[in-house]
Nanobody, 117 residues
C-alpha cells in the first residue's frame, strides 16, 4: 500500500520560513519523480516544484529563488524548503509521486501552510 505523509506545515509571518517533508512508503522511491503542489481556497491545484529521479528540478515562476525542493532517497523523503514566504503562498500543500516511466500519481493528504501579513 502506497502512503505519502506530509508534515511541517503551520502558521508563519510573511518573510518567514517553513520546511515541508513528505515521507513515502510502498514504492521504490528512487524510481519516482516527486513534486509539491498547492491548492488555495477557490483555486485549482498548481505545481510548485518537482524533482526527477536523477535530481533535475523545476520551479513555478512564483516561487523561484524562494523555495528549494530536495530528496533523500535513503530516507524515502522529499522536502520543500520555503523561504521569504508571502501571504499568497497560503494553501494546502500536497506531495505527489509519479513513476519515472509514467503512470498514476500518488498523493499525500496535504498540509496547511498559512502566511500572515
Amino acid at each position: 500500500q502506497v502512503q505519502l505523509v506530509e508534515s511541517g506545515g503551520g502558521l508563519v509571518q510573511a518573510g518567514g520560513s517553513l520546511r515541508l517533508s513528505c515521507a513515502a512508503s510502498g514504492i521504490i522511491f528512487r524510481a519516482y519523480a516527486l513534486g509539491w503542489y498547492r491548492q488555495a481556497p477557490g483555486k485549482q491545484r498548481e505545481s510548485v516544484a518537482s524533482i526527477t529521479a536523477v535530481g533535475s528540478t523545476y520551479y513555478a515562476d512564483s516561487v523561484k529563488g524562494r523555495f528549494t525542493i530536495s530528496r533523500d532517497d535513503g530516507k524515502n523523503t522529499v522536502y520543500l524548503q520555503m523561504n521569504s514566504l508571502k501571504p499568497d503562498d497560503t494553501a494546502v500543500y500536497y506531495c505527489g509521486a509519479t513513476h519515472s516511466f509514467g503512470g498514476r500519481t500518488y498523493w499525500g493528504q496535504g498540509t496547511q501552510v498559512t502566511v500572515s501579513s
